[in-house]
Every structure is written in structure tokens, then in C-alpha cells.
């Protein structure tokens, strides 16, 4: 894995990036569906992705932020038929940062100390779990969907775990994803529409997620660069 040329253009887009993850955040994310609302929301990983491509990124970490921006797309418009498609986006998101994270972890052979790796596995599985028992009553035919999702996100935040400590935001990214997905799932499933803490929930479900993509982005590129 060679050192990404990082330069101009790769500031240019993310500088993009973020300017679509916060004009989202803080207009689009309490307007009705749209198709200006849908583009903004993409543009935030579709120009992350275009910002790793212009650094010469490894394809894998391009198609999970790839996926992810296909999976804000479908998301983007609430509706039934368009739901199934982003979860299935995202679900090749999550299964591709499991081989991401897996390889760095591979190849770098660093897997200590292990205990409190052992500690935080324990904590995500556990989680999840207690999670999914917690929305079974409420998925019906979506468990289908929802279950597998379930299972590559949890094994995501898994795999995070064993990252060499020097790819700490991406640790950190994975564990706020979880917090995001669940708080998603939960705005999905098991809220009514008119419950006031939605005002609450929306945000939090995309700034965590922001967060978490950057974090994961940023620590794998710092495993990258010092792996050279």
C-alpha cells in the first residue's frame, strides 16, 4: 500500500464535502424530501470519494465511500421502495470496511495489548444484540434486510477494534456509525411519526454518521500514510 499523493484537489473536495454535510445538517435535514435535498446529502461521500480518487486511495476504501454515498441517495427520499436499496448500499459499505480493516490488521500484525480490544468487542456485540432483540417485534418482512445489515455493521465495529492504535479515529469512527444506525433504526421502527423527540434524533443521527465517515476516513488514511 503506497502513500496517497494528497494535494489540491483532494482539499478542493472535501473542502465540498463538507460544505454539503453541513448545509444538509443544518437546512435540508428538517425539509421535506427533495430532489435538491437527495443531491446534497449524496454530495457529501460522493465528493469524499472523489477526493480518494484523486489521491490514488485503494479501490476498497473508494467503493465503501462509494456505496455510502449511493446509500445517502436512496435514504434521501423516505420512501418505501427507495429504503430496502439504501440499506442494501450500506450494507456493502459496512462488509467493505470489514475487509478494510481486516487487511490493515493482517498485514500490520500489531494486535496489542488485547485486552481492552477484547473489551470493546465484547461492548459492540453485546450492544447490538440487546439492539436487535430490542427491534425484532417491530421489523416484520424489513428483518430480512435489517438482520444481515445488523450483523455486517456489528462485525464493522468488530474489526475497528483491531486496528493498530495509530488508526484511532477510525476505532472511533465505527463505534459513532453504530450509534447512528441505531438511533436510525430505532426513527425507522420503533417511533411514531409524531414523536417530538424526532427533533432530537434526526441531528443526531446525522452528525454522528458525518463524524463517523470523516474519523474512519481520516484514520485510515493515517495507517496508510505510515504504512507507506
Known sequence: MGA??????????MALASAAAAAYGLYFLQRPPSFV???V???????????LVSAGA??????????SAIGDLF??????WTLPLGILAFLLAQLTYVVIFTAIWFFSGDNSPLL???????????????????????LG???????????????????AMWLPWAGWPAMLGAVLFLVSDFVLAAELFRLPADAPVRRVT?????????????????????LIQAGG
Open 4 to 13: 496517497l499523493a494528497i494535494g489540491p484537489v483532494f482539499w478542493a473536495l
Open 37 to 39: 435535498r437527495a443531491l
Open 41 to 51: 446529502k449524496t454530495a457529501f461521500m460522493g465528493a469524499a470519494a472523489g477526493a
Open 58 to 67: 485503494p479501490f476498497p476504501l473508494v467503493a465503501a465511500i462509494a456505496f
Open 75 to 80: 435514504l434521501a427520499f423516505k420512501s418505501k
Open 116 to 138: 481492552p480490544r477484547y473489551i470493546a468487542m465484547g461492548a459492540v456485540i453485546a450492544t447490538a444484540v440487546v439492539f436487535l432483540i430490542w427491534m425484532a417485534p417491530k
Open 141 to 159: 418482512w424489513m428483518a430480512l434486510g435489517v438482520v444481515p445489515y445488523a450483523i455486517a455493521i456489528t462485525g464493522m465495529g468488530v474489526a
Open 202 to 222: 434526526a441531528p443526531i443521527v446525522w452528525w454522528t454518521y458525518v463524524a463517523a465517515q470523516a474519523l474512519i476516513i481520516w484514520g485510515v488514511i493515517t
